[in-house]
């Protein structure tokens, strides 16, 4: 089992910064690929970007590329989310996801333990 904690949302004006986290614990977080997903109101939950476990070239949507950052710190189980230049239409809650798998994946099926979520509001 693997309990996953996110942290790091608040309200931003467009074009500034957010860091969100998300703590996990539980088995050997360093095998799992970690995912970062995101649900604005009245839309369906999307994919925004992913991490191996070896740390190797991770994953974007095109809609945050350049933009967003996924990192992990396997020592300390957490995996991170720069978000700079942010938009009003990254206004969502983030959620974070754990994978048993081997290779980063867009795929919300293939992950396995979500958390909770977080919520990033972005004003114009």
């Known amino acids: 089992q693997v309990h996953l904690v996110e942290s790091g949302g608040g309200l931003v004006q467009a074009g500034g910064s957010l860091r969100l986290s998300c703590a996990a614990s539980?088995?050997?977080?360093?095998?799992?690929?970690m995912g970062w997903f995101r649900q604005a109101p009245g839309k369906e939950r999307e994919f925004v970007a992913a991490?191996?476990?070896?740390?190797?070239?991770?994953i974007y949507a095109g809609s945050v590329k350049g933009r967003f950052t996924i990192s992990r710190d396997n020592a300390e189980n957490t995996v991170y989310l720069q978000l700079n230049s942010l938009k009003t239409e990254d206004t969502a809650v983030y959620y974070c996801?754990?994978?048993?798998?081997?290779?980063?994946?867009?795929?919300?099926?293939?992950?396995?333990?979500w958390g909770k979520g977080t919520q990033v509001t972005v004003s114009s």
């Open positions: 991490s191996s476990w070896s740390g190797g070239r991770p």
């Open positions: 539980g088995r050997i977080f360093s095998s799992y690929v």
């Open positions: 996801a754990a994978d048993l798998g081997r290779t980063a994946t867009p795929y919300m099926d293939k992950y396995d333990y």
